[in-house]
DNA sequence: TGTACATCAGTGAACGCGCGTTCACTGATGTAC
DNA sequence: TGTACATCAGTGAACGCGCGTTCACTGATGTAC
């Protein structure tokens, strides 16, 4: 009979604030300057103390993929959620600009999911993917849904019907057709290059000049998902 | 009166082979992993020793941040010096695919200069700016070359003057029209970013698969740089 | 050409640092009777 | 309800490691006369 439950609240408590000080220290240091040390440090306890709870650096490293990629997720998935489901340039405009959104208030974060790999440090896959695909799969449903026929752009031509096939699989959007699968993918590129170089200073400082670029951005891919319109970007 | 240089000769050496063991080092752990000390191992010399060639690791970061951008110019330039003149979108082309081959070939080095910082290490500007600024150059210079009009693609519209020419300085370009830049900075975002979902593996492991999508980016920057036309990339 | 001195490249020991991880331990929480 | 034992969270010392950098030193190279 469970008298009073101490041990495994405490130990939820433990868990939840060791994943918040992890983060903190994210924040500051970045990917590659994480250490278990330095966590434990900040949270007042012995560094062996939290050998109980992760089994080393690394999966301390996953636990914060899996929860960034799940913070992003839950904030474009609200941000495309809010617009009327009829409204597809709409949504993808949200999908974009919510994105850039979130990167920009959590650049260590964007480093850890789309910068270059942590070094010695591999993702094991079964844990990262199901979060880590959270955004493009909302991209994916959103071409498949789309009812106006892809824009074929006259300057992309497609490569030959067995290597779309490889693509389709490999991007996990096994019924999609050649056009939109090649736009769609052309657009997410684009999307996280954009912010990528805005982030990772490769145009110079300033930030601010570069959401002119980043606007560019958003209306390119929204031409290459849904071709030319009459409507234009915010 | 000069005796005989040894002093200079070997000072020249000994710079040399620092140069080399560092971007081998570079080649196998990583940026965020060189560290001087494993620099001088492997050149038999003591640690301190290399502290009469570089003042600290700052320095061994820059001297290799410089040498990739210059191994990268060489590369990109001599592809883009093989195409007639005349040619501008075959020059793109040389460009583009030059790029990716050269980061393909050095992977560690691209994550140096278009990754994600190095923690701790900010590159002085006044060292770097000039090499890594070629390829740009090289785009920058093609685009005001060109002598027909630019695309200036209905879906884009441009930002305001003062906008643009803010854009215009950071990006060293000062005197380039709205359209151009845009469509430039877009192409040039565009190809980044597809080669660093490439390397950085955000689209599953098969680096093969992705051929495909790196050749859209190109034919996408093509179209942006000089519009729609009867040829198509090879 | 030869000698006395100055310069300077490279050595090796040492500094203090922070790291990941292990391990025997203690004291509190939980359980069986 | 009370006691005897089992479980387990957290401690603190210790391990071995590699790091960047300093510093007094040596021996060879260069220079002035």
Redesign the interface.
């Known amino acids: 009979m469970r008298t009073s439950g101490t041990r495994e609240r405490r130990r939820g408590e433990v868990n939840a604030a060791l994943l918040a000080t992890a983060k903190k220290e994210l924040a500051q240091?970045?990917a590659?300057?994480l250490s278990v040390r330095a966590v434990a440090r900040e949270m007042g306890m012995a560094p062996s103390a939290l050998f109980r709870y992760i089994s080393g650096r690394d999966e301390l490293l996953t636990l914060l993929i899996v929860d960034a990629y799940d913070d992003l997720g839950d904030h474009v998935e609200a941000a495309e959620a809010a617009v009327p489901r009829s409204d597809v340039r709409g949504r993808w405009r949200a999908i974009a600009t919510s994105f850039h959104e979130w990167s920009v208030a959590n650049p260590h974060e964007y480093?850890l999911l789309?910068?270059?790999?942590?070094?010695?440090y591999h993702a094991p896959a079964d844990r990262t993917t199901p979060s880590g695909t959270r955004v493009t799969t909302l991209l994916a449903a959103l071409g498949m849904e789309d009812p106006t026929p892809p824009p074929r752009?006259?300057?992309?031509?497609l490569?030959d019907a067995s290597?779309?096939r490889?693509?389709a699989l490999?991007?996990?959007v096994p019924e999609m057709e050649g056009e939109r699968l090649?736009s769609g993918?052309?657009a997410w590129?684009?999307?996280?290059?954009?912010v990528?170089?805005e982030l990772?200073?490769?145009?110079?400082e300033?930030v601010a000049?570069?959401d002119?670029?980043f606007?560019?951005?958003v209306?390119?891919g929204?031409?290459?998902l849904f071709g030319?319109?009459g409507r234009?970007?915010a």
């Open positions: 240091v970045g590659a300057g480093a789309y910068g270059s790999p942590v070094p010695q752009p006259a300057f992309l031509h490569p290597q779309l490889d693509l490999a991007a996990d090649i993918l052309l590129t684009t999307l996280v290059g954009a990528s170089s990772f200073e490769q145009l110079g300033p000049r570069l002119t670029l606007a560019a951005a209306a390119l929204e031409w290459l030319a319109d234009l970007p």
